[in-house]
């Protein structure tokens, strides 16, 4: 069976613990000087800021290497409460000041599609992200693990293993469980 082609990103689906992902977030802020837009299901950094009351830190989309703060799962627009009926609000627009709902717990097991071909010799090995501008139509992150990028050094994510479901086989663009070892709370330096 041939796996579907559908990047959306990492999509949190469960704790290391074994339990399954609470829905829980932080909120974060998106400054207006940022020119990326962010997709539900994209990894973002730390910015170094805050919003105006100091009360949201600032982030922005990771890239290749960065270190991870956590997985936009919502957005929500500059004065508004997060509003996850708001269905207008598919992602976060380039050069807008925007609030946003962060998975950042360091536990969470994110679901993700390769971008091409790995070999089960490869579960428990670290991999970077394939980054890769989202869709504006769907509002969905397109990056994908980086199956070029195995290694048993220092890379973003650690491969778990393969989804279990029957329309997921080893094979070309497989979803895969992964944590985020690269994750900012981890880390012992600020930043």
Partial sequence: MANTDAPCGLKPVGHITGG????????????????????????????????????????????TGDQIQGVMVGVGMLGQDFD?????????????????????DPTVIFEIQEDGTSAVTGVNLNYDLLTTAGSSTT?????????????????????????????????????MLVRIVEHAALSVTGG
């Fill in 20 to 63: 399954p992902w609470n829905g829980m977030t932080n909120t974060y802020y998106v400054a207006s000087g940022d020119a990326a837009a962010i997709f539900i299901g994209d990894p973002v950094k730390i910015g170094g800021s805050a919003d105006p009351t100091g009360r949201y830190p600032d982030v922005a989309v990771c890239t």
């Fill in 84 to 104: 996850p009926s708001d269905l207008d609000l598919k992602y976060r627009e380039a050069s807008t000041n925007t609030y946003i709902q962060v998975v950042d």
């Fill in 139 to 175: 509002g969905l992150s397109a990056m994908e693990l980086d199956t070029s990028s195995a290694t048993a050094g220092t890379a973003s994510l650690r491969l778990l293993r393969y989804v279990d479901r029957e329309d997921n086989a080893v094979g070309e663009h497989a979803k």
